[in-house]
């Protein structure tokens, strides 16, 4: 079974520790080369992220990971970076993993278009608007306030819409996600969000939010944050992700929803999946409740679907 995985962490982890190994089996690593491939991940989405524990961020930090993902994960002749629809079809016919690299938060570009250019330049294929609190182009979903673009924000983002970078609203406040939805004409994903009417979480989203991503045809990434399925750190069952797929199923999006795990963007787990090398226990238990057919979408098609139509060709 092949498998699409929306969003994770590993990069930022990379950059924090020289001495990580992702071609080795690190325990420091949810997500590695080894166990990427024990588990038929066939694509997996690098996120960039900045911590807000480094005081000055800067450009340059970002330009050091995109260095780290070419030099420390790309380096193995088995993964390959998919910056083109072309690209997943040639993938489709290797026994290789493919790597998207996608941002998480526009901070760190101030409205420099340069810096924007540069970005996609390298291959960045997805960009997330924000963290969980406002930065120069929007609110993220926790900042108190609930604004929603700045005039500046807008004009990245009518940007970001004509380059054809995939824009991702998890994290995004509830004003800025209606804002887009009113004005960005593209399909749009949220690569790790959860339905907000079983889990009353801010980062999860409303019943009418997901008929919004429903409807632009974009995608929604289930993800295994703990307390995003459940009210609890702990303890949380696999059943619970298919709770959450089965409602934005019923809300008419089972062929818009896929997987995101935040894998190493988490210290909680899901019980029995501790890290990506897990993944088999989703597949068992989506086997159990689905049809072949309906399992394959979830883990691959969908997704499939999603980036052959809106990466570029
Ligand atoms: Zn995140």
Known sequence: MRIVDGHCDALTKLFQNDRLDFHADETELDVCFPKLKRAGVKVQCFAMYLSESITNP???????????????????????????????????????????????????????????????HLGVRS??????YANWAADGVMEPRNGGFTKKGLRMLKEIESMGIIVDVSHLSVAGFWELVDIYKKPFVATHSNAKSLCP??????????????????LMGITFVPYFLENSMTDVPISSILRHIDHVGSLGG????????????????????????????????????????????????????????????
Not at 88 to 109: C, F, H, M, N, V
Not at 127 to 132: D, F, S, V
Not at 201 to 218: M, T
Not at 264 to 287: F, M, P, S
Request: glycine fraction near 8%; hydrophobic fraction near 40%; proline fraction near 2%.
């Open 201 to 218: 979480h801010p980062r999860n989203l409303s019943d009418e939010q997901i008929k919004a991503i429903i409807a632009c045809k974009g």
């Open 127 to 132: 960009m997330g608007l924000t963290w969980n």
């Open 254 to 313: 089972e062929s818009h929803v896929g997987f995101g795990s935040d894998f190493d963007g988490i210290e909680h787990w899901v019980k029995d999946l501790r890290h990506t090398g897990q993944y088999g226990n989703i597949i068992d238990a989506l086997c159990k409740n689905y049809t072949e057919s309906q399992v394959e979408a979830f883990l691959y098609g969908n997704w499939r679907n999603f980036m052959l139509a809106n990466l570029p060709q």
């Open 58 to 120: 800067s450009f340059d930090h970002i330009l050091q990971m995109v260095d780290i993902f070419y030099r420390r994960l790309l380096n193995h002749p088995e993964m390959m970076f998919i910056r083109t629809a072309a690209d997943w079809r040639a993938l489709e016919q290797s026994q290789k993993i493919g790597a998207i690299l996608t941002l998480e938060g526009l901070d760190i570009l101030a409205g420099n278009m340069t810096y924007l250019r540069i970005l996609h």
